[in-house]
């Protein structure tokens, strides 16, 4: 462990960001939809709800803002951090104070604000983590910030349930919140350290910054209906029920959108995004990094989008069973295997990391296989006593299945650790001066995986059953392991450099 006052001050501070960041996300998803299904939501406006996640997925476009841009008087990071904290509690307090029954738009507009200044917040809380931790803390870092984020979710997704329960009122939990989001910014005013003086923006015109910015979004809005109307007028429909043609619509669209997009930033001259670009393929092994950051967690993606459809309509366990296995154990391993791998990663370089913990994600998914073939009850059951922890309690005895727990226990610790190394690579990529535009970029790569396996996934699965469907994903998590030791001497430059300015 770091044995200094200020190793100790940036890890507590990495570990309180995680637990800040993760908070909103179920607060527009999973709780919001508990909630909106007590007040008698119909299931079509709960669905179309979910589309408030839209900003997730497109933080890359403004946080080269966040780059270049310093509210005055709190300083690099920390003013973006308090900002966006503080608007997060207004909006939270905001959709207290609202019914989706009497007005389901202004509903919808504070859920998308929120979703909105959340993804926001990610991009600075992972801007200050690349900036304030050395080379070497990064592993136990990126652990800490998984650690952090879990328990978050565990609140807003979990707890707030019960407490919705108990209080019978969703809108008190969502003051709730808002009021731990004000506490979360007093804190990240006062007691978070300063990032290092080599992250700093660039000495640019801002009016010209702004103008390339709102160019980017004109361009990438542009190329986005552009090829929905080509692919409308050849007689293409993008509602169709095939979900082939729903995700071409959707890659077209990108295809043509991102490079319209980058073509008027730089024509209007976005110079932080520009330079941010440049200054990242300017490194080695640049476009192999990107291909290396698509495919480490792609094995991983593949066995993980449709465990529950499997657990449950394939293998026929309960809805119970599976929630407690996956949802509430499952979950504290996945801490438990981040947590482990920042110890590990004390004494080992990243690129061992990278290698070893992906060795275990490839392993993880046998256990999948297993029980595909077995089936349920191969390795009999075992019974759980009721238990009450304060964090996670269970109220009656419950019967699990070995197997199933083994698993489960299994793939959790080791996507964790591979979570955390992961992070600790994506830290070592960014260049100080623009870690919100590069994090939020790679960051995007790393989602290709997870967001586009899915529609193979359930037509691979269907077609070929899910022994051979989980032999599969096996097979996809080796291009990332073959990655990692073909990029060995870029991997081991990135632990060894102490900072990029």
Not at 310 to 332: S, Y
Request: proline share 4%.
């Amino acid at each position: 462990m770091p044995s200094s006052l200020a190793a100790a001050r940036r890890l507590f501070a990495v570990l309180f960001l995680g637990f800040a960041s993760g908070l909103p996300l179920a607060l527009t998803g999973q709780a919001m939809q508990a909630w909106l299904t007590v007040d008698g939501v119909d299931i079509a406006t709960i669905g179309f709800l979910g589309l408030v996640g839209i900003p997730y997925t497109f933080k890359f476009l403004w946080a080269p803002l966040m780059d270049r841009f310093e509210p005055p008087f709190l300083g690099r990071r920390r003013g973006w951090l308090v900002l966006t904290q503080l608007a997060l509690a207004a909006g939270l307090a905001w959709m207290a104070g609202l019914s989706v029954q009497d007005n389901a738009a202004l509903f919808a507009v504070a859920a998308l604000a929120i979703a909105f200044l959340s993804a926001s917040q990610d991009i600075v809380i992972d801007a200050y983590r690349t900036d304030v931790l050395a080379a070497k803390e990064r592993g136990l870092g990126g652990s800490l910030s998984v650690f952090g984020y879990r328990l978050a979710m565990i609140l807003s997704g979990g707890v707030s349930l019960i407490w919705a329960e108990q209080w019978g009122s969703w809108p008190r939990v969502y003051l709730t919140m808002a009021v731990i989001m004000v506490v979360a910014a007093a804190v990240s005013l006062t007691l978070i350290p300063a990032v290092s003086s080599a992250s700093r923006p660039l000495a640019s015109d801002p009016r010209k910054e702004l103008a390339g910015f709102l160019a980017m979004l004109a361009g990438f809005a542009g190329g986005w209906f552009a090829a929905r109307l080509g692919l409308l007028a050849v007689g293409l429909d993008p509602d169709s029920p095939s979900k082939w043609l729903q995700l071409a619509f959707i890659l077209a669209q990108l295809a043509a959108a991102l490079p319209l997009g980058y073509w008027a930033a730089r024509r209007a001259g976005f110079v932080t995004l520009n330079q941010s670009l440049d200054s990242y393929f300017a490194q080695s092994g640049a476009w192999a990094f990107l291909l290396l950051i698509i495919l480490y967690k792609l094995g991983d993606a593949f066995a993980g989008v449709l465990t529950t459809p499997f657990l449950i309509k394939g293998l026929a366990f309960t809805q119970a069973e599976v929630g407690i296995v996956n949802k509430i154990i499952g979950i504290w391993l996945t801490i438990l295997g981040a947590l482990a791998a920042g110890a590990v990663m004390l004494r080992i370089s990243l690129y061992q990391a990278l290698l070893a913990f992906g060795v275990l994600q490839l392993v993880s998914n046998f256990g999948f296989y297993v029980l595909a073939l077995l089936g349920k009850g191969a390795w009999g059951s075992l019974t759980l006593p009721p238990f009450d922890l304060g964090f996670v309690a269970l109220d009656a005895a419950t019967e699990i299945d070995r197997l199933l727990m083994t698993a489960i226990a299994f793939e959790n610790v080791s996507g964790g650790m591979g979570t955390a190394a992961f992070v600790a690579l994506l830290m070592g990529l960014c260049n100080h001066r623009f870690t919100a535009t590069h994090y939020a970029l790679l960051s995007a790569f790393a989602a290709v995986g997870r967001i586009y396996v899915s529609p193979l996934s359930g037509v691979l699965s269907e077609a070929i059953g899910w022994p051979s469907f989980f032999l599969f994903s096996v097979a996809m998590a080796v291009p990332g392991l073959l990655a990692v030791w073909w990029m060995r001497a870029h991997i081991q430059s990135l632990n060894d450099e102490p900072g990029r300015a």
